[in-house]
Structure formats: structure tokens, C-alpha cells
């Protein structure tokens, strides 16, 4: 049984033009104002049709067949891979928000996501390839020196060249600080770079011509530790001084991971043999540098999950339609039938709508995430851009890792819809569980990002961003209709207001504060924001009526009663300490 996906096409525009009004600050923005509702109903049209006709087909098989590693180097992508890759970078999709100076089409991240939900939502594996090249150019278009611009965006942004990130060693994941990378000066100016990097997403493969590396690595005096990173350029194949292709570098894939999903991506480990590169930046200034294709990389994830739980969403919804077991509780449905259509037993529709409301609602907060990203990009208030840039990076924890793991959350329940059909692979939905799982691991764990948010972006600020951002939520609630969302969306702030004082006074005293209660203050948080979001859709759909938006406000109903309690059990947990964590030695796990 083959997977089924319609663009959820009405859902993006509500989202984009009734929830955030992006046409008025498209049309009060000068450096946007080649961007129009016409162009980019196109862009969505077009996006649906190409996931669904072009990638959607590949995703099983891509699954089945996988990434294959041939040997000395050489790494092949499923059949059909390097056509849809060809037909995607010659549409332009890759350089949608580029830079229009190197190439690029400049369309704001409030349009780009909503392309990227649909990628990911279609084929999770290809996804990851030009998503690489994506966050590749946006570090190179903020630190890059102008020849290197020159050289490298207009290439990516076309799909000529490919991009990867190359941070992680077999020693050190999450610490960069104990890097072992080695970059040498040569006489020529650029350096040799010599290590091993693991996980590298895309690192080998036969997409594009040639692979543009950026690699973190340590100089001979550097200092110790994470202020002694630089970031290198190393590409696959040197480039001739003409913009030509030259030799082969010194870098190589030595093999590629087996996983448990995502296996038409190939993740490899990538040798670097005195491999030339060319410093990106200042020295000593790589890891500053990076944050700017792992931030996009990170929120980037949350849209991964967001994709696929659609995907099981629609999938799931329809078997529900057909699938005949039992009888309905209410009384008999199909008379002429053994059985009743499951979706008329409350426990799988309590399924289906956990995955419903978490796609609207992580939808909905991505787009407030890229509306200030794009605040901060293109905005002439230079206060406006401040506040923008400190509120994604509050955000971007929870963007990633709330939105991951309530979407593999949303997987599993739609999952469990389909039976034992769920765990047979014909079907599809195994898949997308497995594919799903890794977006809570990479690009910093969603512990990681926990850790970012409450010892980062709370304490170190002394609570000063979360409670402006909660104050703000609480002044949306003042003209908010009446709806259950309202109260409840102000009984939540009051609630994270309270636990971000626990935490920062518990921080004080308590070495283990944060890293113990992290992961459930980050959910409490998540909980408050997607209220927040149902909250903008109630005052959206406001006064509207039709089925669409009468579902809006019904969401809304089970979200308070349904999702919104846990947000009070994590920040109970979170309350409650770390001493019941740590009551327990270390040989205790022995």
C-alpha cells in the first residue's frame, strides 16, 4: 500500500494570510516587495505538485533500497534520486530565499517553510540533501569574505554544487570544544586540514558536481576548548581559477552508516587527509560562525517533524475511513456491514485529532518563528529587528526540540490507528515512525536544546526574554474572543511565569537544577506556546464562519481539554527538583 499526501494547501494560506498577515508586511517592506500573494500561491501550488508527483513516489523505495556505499569513496542514491534532485534545483527550489544578488529568489522564511514542511512531509530522506546546501549557503552568505560569496553561492543556490556540515568526531559530539581536526597554515594562504568527522549528512553522494564542505577544526595555537574552533571551506574537488572544476581534494567518505530510518539520506564518515581548505571568517571564530547553519538546521528539524506527522495524519485518517472493526458505541453505522469504520470509536478520534491538533499547532508556531526570523532579515525598525532576532533565539530550542517530539508523538498515535497494519512495512506507516525518530536526535539532541533553553536563553538572561515573551502572549489574550482558549492561555502564562522564577532561584543553589528539570521545563514551555498559537487561529477565525473555520475553533476546544493539561504535570515535575534524580549513585546504573 502506497503512501497518499495532499498538501494541506488551505492550511498554509489560513496560516500565512488570516493568522499572520504576511501581505502587509511583504507590502510595507521594501527589500520585499517582489513578493506577492499571486507568486506565492504559485510557489505553494507548484511545491504540492512536485512533492507529491515527483518525491512522494521515491519515498518507500528510496527506504527499501537506500543510500549504497560502493567503495574508495563513491556513495549512490536510490533510483531516481539524481533525476528529482536535477528537476528540483533546475526549478529554482534550492535558491527560493537566497540572496537575489548571487543568484537567489529572496523569498522570505515565512514562504520558504511552508516548501519545506511539504519536502519533508513527502520524502524525509531527499529532503535532507538540499536542505544541507540551504543552511551551507545561509553561513556562507552571513560570514563568508565577498570573493567567497562570489564563488560559492551562485553554484549552491543552482544545485551545481552540494553543501554539508562537518562537526562531529567519533570522540566528540555535542563538545566541540575537544575537537581533534587539525587545520595547518600553508604557504598559499589556505591551510590542510587533516581528521575524521562522523554523521555527516550528504558528505558523499552523486547529486551535484562537486561537495562543499564546512569543516570546524583546531589551528596549531589555538586556544583550548570551544574559543579555539575555526571554520574551513574544503571542497570536494578544487576549483580552477576560472570557476572551473579542478583535482580531487583530500577529502572522502570511508563508509556510511546503517540506520534506523531515514536510509536514502547518506550519513557518513568523512576522512579529511591534509585536505586543502580555506578559512571562513576570523580564526578562532568557527563555532559563532556554525550556529548560523545549526540554528537554521535546527528549526529547519521542527519542520521535519511537522511533515511527517501530516503525512501519518492524512494516511491514518483515511484507513480510519475504511477500516471496518466492531461496532460504533452510539449504535449501528453500516446495517448491510459485519462491522463499523473505526473513525466512529472515540479512542481512535482522540488518536487522530493528538496528531491533528500538533500539526495546526506546530504549523502555526513555525510560521511565528519564521515571521520574526524575517523581522530580523528584512525589518528598516531597528528595535523590531532586535526584539525579533532575541525571540528566535528563545524560540529555536523549542522549535526544534517541542515540535520533534510532539510530532513523533503524533507518528506513533497515527501509528497505532492502522493495528498491526502500522508495523508492516507495505503500508508505510513503520517508516515513517523510524524516518521520524532522528529528528529528536541531530542537530543537538532535544536534551541539548532543553539544556539551551533553560540554562542559556532563561537563567544566564536572568529570565528577561521568557518574560517578555509571556508578557506579550498575555497582552494577545486582551482582545481575544470568547473562548475557552482565552483564559487558558492566560492560567498558562501565569503557570510558566511561576515555574521560570522556581527555576531561576532553584538555579542558584542546585548544581543539577538545570540539567534534572530541563527537558520538563522546555515542554511547559512548548505547551504555553502552541496555546498561544490557538489562540492567534481563535482570533483569526473570529467572526468567520463554514466548516473550515468552525474546525479551527473546535481544535482549539480539544487542545485545552486534551493537550494543554500536560503543560501542569511538566512544570510539576520541573518544580518538584532534581533530588529524586540524583538520589541514586553512579554504580547504581552500573
Known sequence: ?????SAPIDEMRFTLKEVFDAPKFWANNEQLAHVDEDTVDMILD???????EVLLPLNQSGDQEGAQYLGDGVVKTPTGFQEAFKAYAEAGWIGLGGDPE????GMPKMVTMLTEEMLFATNQSFALY???????????????????KQQYLQKLYEGQWAGTMCLTEPHAGTDLGIIKT??????????????TKIFITGGEHDLAENIIHLVLAKTPDAPAGSKGISLFIVPKFLINEDGSI?????????SIEHKMGIKASATCVMNFDAAKGYLVGEENAGLAAMFVMMNYERVTMGLQGLG???????????????????????????ADKAADPIIHHADVRRMLLNAKTNSVAARTFAMYVAQNLDIAKFSDDTDAKSAAAQKVALLTPIAKAFVTDKSFDAAIDCQQVFGGHGYISEWGMEQIVRDTRISQIYEGTNGIQSLDLLGRKVVKDGGRAMMAFINEIKQAAKDAPDHAITQAVIDAADEVAALTSVMLDAAKTDANAINGNAVDYLHAVGYLCYAYMYLLIVKASDGKTGEFYDSRRKLADYF??????????????????????????AEFFA
Open 308 to 334: 511527517a506527522s501530516v503525512l501519518a495524519y492524512q494516511n491514518a485518517a483515511a484507513y480510519a475511513q475504511d477500516r471496518l472493526q466492531g461496532r460504533a458505541d452510539t449504535g449501528v453505522v453500516n
Open 1 to 5: 500500500m502506497s503512501l497518499k499526501y
Open 130 to 148: 538540499p536542505n544541507l546546501t540551504v543552511g551551507a549557503s545561509l553561513c556562507l552568505l552571513a560570514v563568508a569574505s565577498e570573493a567567497q
Open 560 to 585: 485545552v481539554a486534551r493537550s494543554l493539561p500536560d503543560l501542569y504535570a511538566h512544570a510539576n515535575m520541573a518544580k518538584s527538583g532534581a533530588d529524586s534524580i540524583m538520589a541514586f549513585d
Open 182 to 195: 587539525r587545520a595547518v597554515p600553508n604557504d598559499d594562504g589556505s591551510y590542510s586540514i587533516t581528521g
Open 102 to 105: 548571487f543568484g537567489g529568489q
Open 46 to 52: 507548484e511545491m504540492s505538485k512536485f512533492a507529491t
Open 246 to 254: 579542478g583535482e580531487r581534494n583530500g577529502v572522502k567518505a570511508g
